[in-house]
């Protein structure tokens, strides 16, 4: 079949490296289908572009894939539009965490004709073939689709246990050139990125998280370095963005992989998403050896009852150690704190400030976010359940318009009280971010005029 797979616009000069269509895009060329891939997110095509691909080309199959959001919710529904209104129009397939949460809402908005839930890459396979075999798509486990009016949903796809089997994604399809231009904290302007998926999954539950598939599948170190190996070696990367949800998912899991790296003699720079309790000194000493730069962390509240009632199966004690533990080895920590859970105060806010403030080393520019109740998370079922939120379309459609903005108020404030103490909160550590660029740029200048620095090449921006 010939299929064509639709990385959209998300209105970055660079873009992120859609990993979730080219893994699907492998499986499918390893299946024998033809396959292109729309980069709207390079290009950056009007929908009607891809309305006049459409009616000029004649494609058997076309797949869109989201994640939640507001902005993806939008751009889902023009594409949609662009799909459904061309002359040929394949065969189209809405796939990610956008629609899966609600996949009868997502059918009747987008008409697309099937939604796949969850791990995509068999589920893909088996529904091309019932495809090609015209057999009935009840057939297919999986996905959710109407039939004469009426929702169905079968059940659903088994995962792959062993990750390792998938292939790897077809990176010759897309411009990676393009990609590896992205910039991720403490990386040179001369150096090139590609994101590496580790694993699939986490153990954890945070109320505020929406999971597609239950726990955590890591790949073996093994498979990773060969991966990381092809993509030095074929496209000159040098930094690699560990994009999983938790590369840290264990002391073990992390020990092992960074004994791999150092032993495989991987000499490449690199990053990941981790776990405050798992940020121990001698862990981060060894992550710091194999190459590690920089540890994004979701510490989410310095308000010890509200990580209690968000399930973060975190201590403030446990944040406060992990973060100078980090900072100590050499690496640089990433912050993520968001306000707004179940039971937070304008105080919680001001430990969060307060926190930032002072461990803070700038590698990053961060503010913090209103919590959002995404469909599918345990709190967009306790935000319907307390009369908060009415159902999908009200999230999306009113609620939901901004991520910067609240959509659902789980506290005691106003809504104006709300965004009053965020906006005076993110006006401190925004403030503190630019004191902070100015203070580094003064410094490059004494080296530059004082020390008569050779090395100097002008006052870039990336």
């Not at 990610?96 to 893909?124: C, M, N, Q, R, W």
């Not at 010759?172 to 991720?184: E, G, Q, T, V, W």
């Not at 995404?374 to 009415?390: F, T, V």
Request: aromatic fraction near 12%; charge should be negative.
């Amino acid at each position: 079949m010939r299929i064509l797979l639709v990385a959209y616009d998300n209105d970055s000069y660079v873009s992120w490296f859609p990993q979730g269509l080219a893994y699907i895009a492998s499986a499918c060329l390893k299946a024998g289908h033809e396959v292109e891939i729309y980069n709207q997110d390079v290009y950056h095509w009007p929908e009607a572009h891809l309305t006049d691909l459409l009616n000029r080309e004649h494609y058997d199959f076309i797949g869109v894939s989201a994640c939640g959001g507001y902005y993806q919710y939008r751009k889902v529904l023009k594409i949609s539009e662009a799909i459904n209104s061309s002359k040929h129009r394949p065969f189209y397939v809405l796939g990610g965490h956008l629609g899966a949460p609600e996949p009868g809402y997502f059918l009747k908005k987008t008409s697309a004709d099937v939604i796949v839930i969850g791990e995509g890459e068999i589920t893909a396979m088996n529904l091309l073939e019932s495809l090609e075999r015209k057999r009935p798509l009840n057939s297919v486990n999986g996905i959710a689709f109407l039939e004469n009016g009426e929702f169905v949903q079968t059940p659903r796809q088994s995962l792959i246990e062993d990750i390792d089997e998938i292939p790897f994604p077809a990176w010759k399809l897309f411009p990676i050139d393009h990609y590896a231009l992205i910039r991720m904290p403490r990386i040179k302007n001369s150096e090139r990125c590609m994101p590496v998926l580790s694993g699939r999954g986490c153990h954890f539950r945070c109320n505020f998280c929406y999971r597609m598939d239950e726990g955590f599948r890591g790949r073996s170190p093994e498979s990773i370095v060969e991966e990381v190996r092809i993509l030095k070696k074929d496209y000159a990367i040098s930094y690699i963005t560990f994009s999983d949800e938790l590369l840290m998912s264990s002391t073990q899991r992390t020990v092992e992989l960074c004994e791999s790296f150092i032993r495989n003699k991987l000499d490449i720079k690199w990053d990941c998403n981790g776990r405050l309790n798992y940020a121990k000194s001698d862990v981060l000493r060894l992550m710091k050896e194999a190459g590690c730069v920089f540890i994004n962390y979701g510490i989410e509240s310095m308000d010890e009852q509200a990580l209690r009632n968000m399930n973060k199966a975190l201590t403030v004690k446990q944040i406060v150690n992990g973060i100078e533990s980090t900072l100590a080895a050499g690496i640089s920590p990433g912050f993520n704190i968001i306000f707004g859970n179940i039971g937070e105060t304008a105080e919680s806010l001001r430990l969060g400030v307060e926190f930032l403030l002072k461990y803070d080393d700038h590698s990053q520019m961060r503010t913090i976010r209103p919590v959002t109740p995404y469909p599918g998370s345990p709190l967009y079922y306790y935000a319907i359940e307390k009369g908060l939120l009415k159902d999908c379309e009200s999230f999306y459609e009113q609620k939901h318009v901004n991520s910067d903005l609240l959509s659902v108020n789980f506290t005691d404030l106003s809504d104006d009280e709300f965004h009053q103490v965020l906006y005076q909160a993110n006006q401190k550590l925004l403030l503190n971010y630019y004191s902070a660029q100015i203070e580094k740029t003064n410094e490059v200048l004494h080296q530059l005029y004082i020390e008569k620095d050779p090395l100097f090449r002008g006052f870039r921006q990336t």
